[in-house]
Structure formats: C-alpha cells, structure tokens
C-alpha cells in the first residue's frame, strides 16, 4: 500500500510517522501520543501519504490507519493494526461534501424562504435568507419549530399546512400569506411545499419522512400590479403595456396612418348649466364607461376623457388591417350604446343626451407631450 520495502525496523516506521499528514492536522507521531497519554485502547486516523503508486502519477493517497495499543505498567507497551487505503471512498467523500457546500451556498444566496422540517415541524434546515427575517441563526434554528419564532397564530397555521402535506403526501400549491419580519417590514409570501421521502428507491415504506417548504416575497410583485391596475384606469390598457416594457415608449415624433375617433355630447354645455351637479356627473359615468367599453370591444386605444367627450385610436400604438374597419364598428357601437343608455334614463325618469361622433382615417402626428413631471401621448 505504501511502496515502502518489508521489515519492521525503526527507520521504517520514523518514515511512517514523519510521511504521513493527518487530516485532523498536526503530525501523526501527536495523534498517537494523545492516544497513549488518554490510556486509550483504539485509535483511528485518517492520513495523507505521498503518491507512491506509479498508476496515480505522483498523486498523493488517503491511507485509514486503524488498531488496539496494548499497555503494560505504566506505559503501552505495543500496537497492533493495520493500513487500507482508502483513496476512492475519500475522494468521493469530498466530492459529496464539496457538493453539499455548494447547494448550501445556491440555497443560501436564493431571495427566497427555503427550509425543510421532520414530521414533527421541526427545522431540519433552514436557509439564511429565512433566518436574517426571522432573527435566528440558522444552525440556530435546527430542532425548534415556527412558534418559536413567529408566534402561535403564524407558527400555528404554518404547522397545519406541513400536517396536511404530511398526511396526503401531495405538494401544496402557492398560496398567498402575509408575514411581519423582526425589522417590522410586511411581506407577502406565495408559499409552495412538498413532501420529502426517503430517498432509498427500495424503501417500502413511502410516506413523507419531512416537508419541503419554499417561499417567494412578492410583496413588490402586487404592489407593481396594483400600480399598473390603477394607471390602466387613467392610461389605455395598451399605452400602460407599451409603457411598462420600452425605455422610450413612443420614440422620437412621427407621423403614422391611422384612424381616429372623437365623440362628445351633443349640447352638453347648456345642460351642464341647468341640471343638478349630481345629475350631470351621473350622466358622464354612464357615458364614459359605455364609450370606454365600445373602444376596448373594437380594438382601439382611448387616448383621453375629454369632458364630455373622448377621443380614441384605432392603429396606435398597434397597427392593424382592420384600424379603419375597428373605427367604423366603434363609432356604431358608441351611438347604439347612447340610444340604449337614454332608453333606460327615460324609464328612470332621468335627463337623457344625444352623442355626435366623428370618424377620420389618414396620416397622424404623434408624441408625448408635457413635462418631466406628466407627460401624455399626443394625437394631432
């Protein structure tokens, strides 16, 4: 094993003892010292000895050195063991442990709660994201349960969802649950988790030995989708999804064909005048929205509210083979909507109005217009 000649003279083993390089450190001569002062009766030692193989080209191998010291008064008197090289079981231990190290560090740089628990909801691990929210070491965490750090009522529901996993075996979808961290910041967790089985295939026993929990803060995510809710009140959908994905969403001036619809109210102005605020702005929302929903059911982009009117594109920001065909259907669809709102005001015993719209198709200008502060797309 170590390409050292027979015999058993003294020269030989000081070779030995000053060749080898335990892999606790240190020399191999002191770890044998330690075992005689400590009166032990076995030792065992992991060492590193010189390559001298041919076959391994000077690579250096692991050698086991294992055995009983027989003591006499006072002092050991003998020791009796033996060498095995144990190169390939090392090298493949530190291939495992190399790898564990680095899917500790994946897990533990991921910006996502990553843990896993016995079947009694107790951490077997948890990931260091997880641990600087809930203030815990996570070495720290191992063998305690989510009561313990986050409250009966938060820890409590967390162990009735690992109960039913439990139970059925079956991963638990993403679902939404709101948790405060120790610096009081509010997160929302979309949180998933699986069953973990043993992972000997030949196990015949096959329920959960643990679960598996991952969860996302997309508490950004919903704040990004309520924004974009609300500005899709005030902006066309379309312009909002141009917007949110181009740096410069309408690019420098042009000049594109396309159509282009107005509508207001007929004589909106003296009504304005003789009605009852409330009266008038009922009969705007009503207007509005219908408009609104004949502009989206035929393809258009509404460009603007204009008091008592709107204005709306049929090719910008997306041009079509049906723009002026869409601006056509709008404009029917506007004047049947307004015909249908004053047949129902009138059973109401409300104020109705007429709606004149008009219909262009050619060459357009168009740009945003305004300020670093409120800027819109401008139509001309």
């Not at 191999?28 to 390559?51: T, Y």
């Not at 004047?335 to 060459?363: D, F």
Request: proline share 6%.
């Amino acid at each position: 094993i170590l390409g050292l000649p027979h015999g058993d003279d003294l020269e030989g083993f000081q070779h030995l003892l000053s060749a080898m390089r335990p892999a606790q450190g240190g020399r191999l001569e002191d770890h044998l010292a330690a075992s005689f002062n400590g009166r032990r009766r076995r030792f065992e030692v992991e060492c590193l000895w010189p390559g001298a193989d041919p076959e391994s080209n000077g690579a250096p191998s692991w050698i086991v050195l294992r055995g009983i010291i027989l003591y006499g008064i006072g002092e050991p008197q003998r020791v009796v063991g033996s060498l095995r090289d144990i190169t390939d079981r090392k090298h493949a231990q530190l291939e495992l442990e190399r790898m564990e190290h680095l899917l500790r560090t994946v897990i533990d740089s991921v910006p996502a709660l990553i843990n896993v628990k016995d079947t009694e909801s107790r951490y077997v691990m948890m990931n260091r994201f997880q641990g600087e929210l809930y203030g815990v070491e996570p070495r720290d965490a191992v063998g305690k349960i989510s009561s313990d750090f986050v409250g009966k009522e938060y820890g409590g529901l967390s162990r009735q969802y690992d109960l039913e996993v439990l139970e059925s075996g079956v991963a638990q979808p993403f679902t939404e649950r709101d948790f405060v961290d120790v610096s009081g910041q509010t997160h929302t967790w979309y949180t998933a988790k699986s069953p973990l089985f043993d992972p000997d295939p030949e196990s015949a026993d096959r329920k959960p030995i643990g679960v598996i929990t991952v969860a996302l803060d997309v508490a950004e995510l919903k704040a990004a989708e309520r924004a974009r809710a609300n500005l899709s009140r005030y902006v066309a959908p379309a312009l909002v999804d141009l917007m949110a994905t181009a740096e410069q969403p309408f690019g420098p001036p042009r000049q594109e064909d396309a159509a282009v619809l107005f509508a207001d109210l007929v004589g909106f102005t003296t009504l304005s005048e003789t009605w009852p605020p409330q009266d008038v702005f009922s009969l705007l929302r009503e207007f509005h929205d219908r408009a609104a929903r004949a502009v989206f059911d035929t393809g258009g982009t509404l460009i603007k509210f204009t008091g008592d009117g709107i204005m709306a594109t049929f090719g910008l920001p997306t041009k079509s083979e049906r723009d002026a065909a869409n601006a056509l259907a709008c404009a029917r669809a506007l004047v049947t909507a307004v015909e249908q709102m004053n047949a129902a005001r009138e059973r109401a015993a409300l104020p109705s109005a007429r709606v004149a719209v008009g219909v262009h198709y050619g060459p357009l200008l168009i740009d945003a217009l305004g300020s670093d502060r409120r800027t819109e797309v401008a139509v001309v």
